[in-house]
């Protein structure tokens, strides 16, 4: 038995490799993969070129990259994190045959795998399986955003994860996959306002077709806009909070000035070129804002015990239960036979193909 894997074995050279598949060992389940998720951001920077692992040394103790030998050096062989697959082996009672889930195992046709050591989240009947692809990593990255506007408020006293939204005008700057799942997630979790701002027409189209409010932040200043709208006392206006999901310096710029004094930006964005023009000395100095990294890696401090990720996993089904037959409609854009990978990586990471979210299919 033979799996094909999508290996970037250099910036802009995307392959298909054949593997022997491992063999089945006691306790282990093996995996036909049936869709998979490509992460535009995260596994471009690979493909471009532009992601910090390929060029220095991630040292986890320092938390700080350094000079030295790349961290995760070409060739690249596992990429991606948004895998849908059927069990078709199993040597574990954990496991049935037959149990679709979602898992993180990157862009292969099969996988081995140790429910001990790695994730597999049963995928419920009433979903559609192409769905999959955001609950075992994309949605929970998105719902951590949530949990951080609610720590923000509320410390390690968090009940659910709109605590930090409920009632509250928030804004989404980006259009992307996370911005918009962030953004169902903050109208679904009960916010009194919720608007994405992004300059690409196509993504306010999509967002427009989820149901959500757009700004052009290219026309009138949508800080104006939003800061005339959103009145809370003399001299504070603006958004309560701000999910920051474009991974540019403009949008982590519009972010700190939609907010109202002492508010504060959620960043769940990737600047893979840094963020060189934001200009500190202005609102953010002045109104005394707030900038949080929300990343997947870590939920708040304090919240680990009761928000684990498999709670933010159930939080994402919940949503797509919601909003399933529009997300599937309007956010995926693509499917893709698995045996294009190649192709399509290059063409998106050279913007010779525009997508939102393109989802193999093997």
């Given at each position: 038995m033979r799996d094909r894997v999508v290996v970037v074995t250099g910036p802009g050279r995307v392959e298909l490799v054949e593997q022997d598949a491992a063999p089945l060992r006691p306790g282990t389940f093996r995996v036909e993969t049936l869709f998979s998720g490509v992460s535009a951001g995260t596994e471009?920077?690979?493909?471009?070129?532009?992601?910090?692992?390929?060029?220095?040394?991630?040292?986890?103790?320092?938390?700080?990259?350094?000079?030295?030998?790349?961290?995760?050096?070409?060739?690249?062989?596992?990429?991606?994190?948004?895998?849908?697959?059927?069990?078709?082996?199993?040597?574990?009672?954990?496991?049935?045959?037959?149990?679709?889930?979602a898992m993180t195992y990157g862009h292969r046709t099969g996988w081995l795998a140790d429910p001990v050591a790695e994730r597999f989240v049963p995928l419920p009947e009433d979903l559609d399986p192409l769905l999959g692809v955001y609950v075992a990593h994309m949605g929970p990255i998105c719902a951590n955003g949530l949990l951080h506007a609610a720590a923000d408020l509320h410390g390690a006293d968090v009940r659910a994860l709109g605590d930090g939204v409920r009632g509250r005008r928030v804004a989404v700057v980006g259009a992307g996959v996370v911005a918009l799942l962030t953004a169902l997630f903050a109208r679904r979790n009960g916010a009194a306002s919720v608007v994405v701002l992004d300059p690409t027409p196509h993504r306010r189209q999509a967002a427009e077709a989820l149901g959500l409010e757009t700004l052009d932040p290219d026309a009138d200043d949508p800080a104006v806009v939003l800061k005339t709208r959103w009145a809370h006392t003399a001299g504070d206006r603006g958004a309560d909070v701000v999910f920051q999901c474009r991974g540019q310096a403009w949008a982590l710029q519009l972010a700190l000035r939609l907010l109202r004094p002492q508010g504060t930006v959620i960043d769940l964005a990737f600047y893979q070129e840094g963020a060189d023009a934001v200009r500190l000395g202005e609102e953010f100095h002045h109104n005394g804002l707030s900038l949080r990294c929300a990343q997947i890696g870590r939920v708040p401090r304090g919240l680990a015990p009761t928000w684990d990720r498999e709670r933010l996993s159930a939080e994402t089904i919940d949503l797509l239960r919601a909003y399933g037959d529009t997300v599937r409609k309007h956010l995926v854009s693509a499917v893709v036979p698995f045996d294009e990978a190649p192709t399509l990586l290059t063409d998106l990471a050279d913007r010779r193909r525009q997508e939102l979210q393109v989802v193999l299919s093997a």
């Open positions: 471009l920077s690979y493909v471009k070129g532009t992601n910090p692992y390929l060029n220095v040394t991630w040292n986890a103790d320092l938390g700080l990259f350094q000079p030295g030998a790349a961290s995760t050096p070409y060739p690249v062989t596992r990429l991606g994190y948004m895998q849908v697959g059927r069990v078709v082996e199993s040597e574990t009672s954990a496991v049935a045959v037959g149990t679709v889930g």
